[in-house]
């Protein structure tokens, strides 16, 4: 897997080209770090908040929404990302998610 963390440049694949400089001026002084992932985390974090473990609450999700879960799922199989994000045995994250539909309800 290849970790790229994003700067403004990286930003400027989102659908309004004309809008990343104004993205970056507001989320880079939110966020310590960007990452591209493979959609096969995205996917496989759509998957879980569908079929959550027993007694949590399901989430329908798109892989926009499971974004933030698919970045924890790619930290838990590659130590680089996990050191990279500063995640350890004790931290706790707090998952936000996009109200969207998923775009394939078999997923």
Same mark, same amino acid.
């Given at each position: 897997?290849?970790?790229?963390?994003?700067?403004?440049?990286?930003? #400027?694949?989102?659908?309004? &080209? +004309?809008?990343?400089? @104004?993205?970056?001026?507001?989320?880079?002084? $939110? +966020?310590? $770090?960007?990452?591209?992932? *493979? *959609?096969?985390?995205?996917?496989?974090?759509? #998957?879980?908040?569908?079929? &959550?473990?027993?007694?949590?609450?399901?989430?329908?999700?798109?892989?926009?929404?499971? +974004?933030?879960?698919?970045?924890?799922? +790619?930290?838990?199989?590659?130590? #680089?990302?996990?050191?990279?994000?500063?995640?350890?045995?004790?931290?706790?994250?707090?998952?936000?998610?996009?109200?969207?539909? @998923?775009? *394939? &309800?078999?997923?």
């Amino acid at each position: 897997m290849t970790v790229q963390l994003l700067n403004e440049e990286g930003l #400027r694949a989102c659908r309004n &080209p +004309a809008a990343a400089p @104004a993205a970056w001026e507001i989320v880079s002084t $939110a +966020a310590s $770090a960007f990452v591209a992932l *493979d *959609d096969r985390y995205a996917l496989e974090g759509v #998957r879980l908040f569908v079929t &959550p473990s027993s007694g949590d609450v399901a989430i329908e999700s798109g892989e926009t929404g499971a +974004a933030g879960l698919a970045a924890l799922l +790619a930290a838990q199989k590659h130590p #680089r990302l996990r050191d990279l994000l500063g995640l350890d045995a004790p931290s706790r994250v707090l998952l936000l998610t996009l109200l969207e539909l @998923a775009d *394939d &309800p078999e997923t």
